[in-house]
């Protein structure tokens, strides 16, 4: 039989039910301010962003009349995008847009870059779109790219 302390109230929020932590990223360990703690979703926004821009100029320098808008070519600039988060964040562990914006890709469990496998899957969900879609599904705000790969945003 389930009782009103099973469900908890509504004024209790939903910490009360779920046993989530007060702060993104306190469950995993990461501290709530400043450097190390999980990297919000307008700073990640705006790293994209910034990456969308660079692969936006890297694929109009090689391929002008190919990606221009309104063609097939159109989506070289999000291959130039996955090419970019796959071996960027695999190798150093960010990717332009991260580094400006002070953040890095790495393993929830030990720290560090999170390998060019993982790095595969995260940079395809990324440019399926997956990701602004799922941020909500976890307490911390991890899209499924990030649960998938095992891997967090920080700041640095």
């Known amino acids: 039989m389930v009782n009103r302390r099973d469900v908890g109230s509504w004024l ?3 910490e009360a039910v779920t046993g989530a932590s007060g702060y ?5 360990g990461f501290p709530e301010e400043g450097q190390g703690s999980l990297a919000r979703p307008g700073r990640r926004f705006a790293a994209v962003l910034v990456d969308w821009v660079i692969c936006l100029v890297i694929a109009r320098g090689f391929f002008p ?8 070519g159109s989506m070289i600039p ?6 970019m988060n796959f071996l960027l ?13 002070r953040m890095r890709v790495e393993r929830v469990s030990v720290g560090g870059p999170i390998g060019l496998l993982k790095s595969l899957i995260r940079a395809v ?3 399926l779109v997956i990701p602004p879609v799922t941020m909500g599904w976890d307490a911390d705000r991890r899209g499924l790219h ?3 790969s095992g891997s967090v945003v920080v700041r640095t």
């Open 89 to 101: 964040v695999g190798t150093a562990g960010y990717t332009i847009g991260q580094r400006v914006l």
């Open 146 to 148: 990030d649960l998938l």
């Open 65 to 72: 009349e190919i990606a221009a808008p309104g063609t097939a």
């Open 12 to 14: 209790e929020g939903p």
């Open 24 to 28: 993104p990223g306190e469950r995993l």
């Open 78 to 83: 999000v291959g130039v995008l996955l090419v």
């Open 125 to 127: 969900l990324l440019v």
